[in-house]
């Protein structure tokens, strides 16, 4: 199949899947993923669903090379860089990134890269920032191996035409979460804004 034609097939699947309201945002995370590996290849990644309010996950994923001990290490050690980053992004309305890019070219620049990514063989990053009505609803990053090429400018177009779609999919998700009711209540789910 045409790569032009795979990657607008998988487009209209991952917008079809943000627009039916149907799945949880971890779920609907990992399906974007499953579509984004046809065209996107990658060795590892991690994702997220994020509190709107604050930025903070509320639900983390990952498939990575390194392993439990690592993934413990780099949630300890750069869990802060990761969310002002992508906090960053959100704030200026920048939904992909590569790390190639924020870099100048210079991964040793880059923390991340430095004492998680190199050792673990991995180089090239590609990070999304998937937001909603000017709030932050998840993130992800997508990884490739030392000696792989970086991301190509129609790859980092791809997650950027499907990251508000994600957004809203991803907010959809969220506000629909199910709360427990309690005996005798009712089954309809309220907010409480408070000021």
């Known amino acids: 199949m045409d790569d032009a034609v795979l990657e607008e097939r998988t487009f209209s699947e991952v917008k079809r ?5 149907r799945l949880a945002g971890p779920a609907l995370l990992g399906e974007v993923i499953e579509r984004l590996r046809r065209v996107v290849p990658f060795e590892a990644y991690c994702a997220s669903t994020k509190d709107p309010a604050t930025g903070f996950i509320t639900h983390g994923m990952a498939e990575e090379t390194g392993g439990e001990n690592d993934t413990i290490w780099s949630l ?86 499907v990251a508000p779609h994600l957004g809203n999919g991803l907010k959809m998700a969220a506000l629909r979460m199910q709360t427990p009711v309690e005996d005798g209540g009712t089954d309809i789910p309220r907010v409480l804004t408070l000021n």
Not at 114 to 128: D, F, N, S
């Open 76 to 161: 300890e050690h750069l869990y802060f860089e990761h969310h002002q980053s992508t906090r960053r992004m959100a704030n200026t309305h920048q939904s992909v990134a590569l790390l190639s890019e924020t870099t100048g070219g210079d991964l040793e620049r880059s923390t991340r890269y430095v004492e998680y990514l190199r050792p673990l063989g991995l180089a090239h990053e590609m990070r999304g920032a998937f937001t909603s009505g000017g709030y932050l609803w998840g993130s992800m990053d997508l990884t490739r191996e030392s000696g792989s090429p970086d991301f190509k400018p129609k790859e980092a177009s791809l997650l950027r035409r």
């Open 17 to 21: 899947l943000c627009c039916t309201g």
